[in-house]
């Protein structure tokens, strides 16, 4: 049996290995745990006796094939809580990341197979994130950008939420912006703001959040209207 804190460490290395690619720096672990190098070293260390991670001197840290089964299992349990708490319980969006870490080392095979269930088998959990399958391969994450990183007249859907900023997301819950929102890119102001149309509305993204935010380009004959308010 492995200790929640573990499958918290496997399930951090695997996001920052999509995020990065291997091997994951422990430093880089450190600051997405907000723990100390020596305890990451210390942990990696457990992890590796178990056949858990592969650690290189100097260069970090990779998932063997075991530690990613467990590390996207994990993940299966968190998103698929996180849908259940936003569809049947009314919870926030800002609120369901949370509730899932605290539960998501709890659930057994059963009660995972019956929640998914109830749920119609989701693909996504409610800030755009992939829901592994049953099988636990890792899902894949599509083609998406930044927002940061498109041209002043792109018409975007967006794709998916940081969920690790709770003030974040109640921002962007206040000015509508959710995966499956359509929106053109008006303008990269100079004092740090990215203006995009909503609904024929002007919306303003702090730089910080559209550095974070995930769209893909909108699909041919979408966002015509905004196009032409423009």
Avoid: C, N
């Amino acid at each position: 049996m492995l200790s929640d804190v573990m499958e918290d460490y496997l399930k951090a290395v695997y996001t920052l290995e999509r995020e990065h690619g291997p091997p994951v720096k422990t430093s880089t672990i450190a600051d997405y745990l907000d723990v100390t190098s020596p305890t990451v070293t210390s942990m990696v260390e457990k992890l590796a006796d178990r056949g858990l991670v592969e650690r290189e001197k100097y260069k970090g840290v990779e998932l063997t094939p075991d530690g990613e089964t467990v590390a996207v299992e994990v993940l299966r349990h968190h998103r698929l809580l996180e849908a259940f708490l936003a569809d049947h319980l009314d919870y926030e969006w800002d609120e369901v990341h949370d509730e899932a870490d605290a539960l998501e080392h709890h659930i057994s095979e059963e009660f995972e197979r019956r929640l998914a269930r109830k749920l119609g088998d989701p693909t996504v959990d409610p800030h755009g994130d992939p829901i592994p399958g049953a099988d636990l391969e890792p899902p894949e994450h599509g083609d998406t950008e930044v927002l940061a990183d498109h041209d002043e007249g792109d018409r975007l859907v967006v794709a998916r939420v940081s969920d690790r900023d709770t003030d974040e997301l109640r921002y962007l819950a206040d000015v509508g912006v959710q995966p499956g929102t359509e929106l053109t890119l008006r303008e990269h102001a100079p004092i740090g703001m990215f203006v995009v149309r909503i609904d024929g509305e002007d919306v303003h993204l702090p730089e910080r959040v559209a550095g974070t935010l995930e769209v893909r380009p909108a699909d041919d004959g979408d966002g015509d209207q905004e196009v032409a308010d423009a």
